[in-house]
């Protein structure tokens, strides 16, 4: 069965940096989109990035130019570097995709201190 298991959360100051990791299992990982979310406390869900199984990749502009999104497909795991934290970018990051149907992992919690 499809399983998303994301890891890397923590706690970091302002302007710091962290790496998360989604490993994926139960697909064929290569050929899928992959895709992260976040969901800040008393926000909507939001889409932050995403990369396809060419690696093309696409941000959201509050994130443009501070994360990166990458793809190990020997690893079947997707990555998000995050550069530059803001507190507002406090939230749980999700890692999702679509295969006839969607597909969450249960979220890591980044906490970004001021």
């Known amino acids: 069965q499809v399983q998303l298991v994301e890891s890397g959360g923590g706690l970091v100051q302002a302007g710091g940096s962290r790496r998360l990791s989604c490993a994926a299992s139960?697909?064929?990982?290569?050929?899928?989109?992959m895709r992260w979310y976040r969901q800040a406390p008393g926000k909507q869900r939001e889409f932050v990035a995403f990369?396809?199984?060419?690696?093309?990749?696409n941000y959201a502009d509050s994130v443009k130019g501070r994360f990166t999104i990458s793809r190990d497909n020997a690893k079947n795991t997707v990555y998000l570097q995050m550069n530059s934290l803001k507190p507002e970018d406090t939230a749980v990051y999700y890692c999702?995709?679509?295969?006839?149907?969607?597909?969450w992992g249960q979220g890591t919690q980044v906490t970004v201190s001021s």
């Open positions: 999702y995709t679509f295969l006839l149907s969607t597909y």
């Open positions: 139960g697909f064929t990982f290569s050929i899928n989109t």
């Open positions: 990369i396809t199984g060419g690696g093309s990749t």
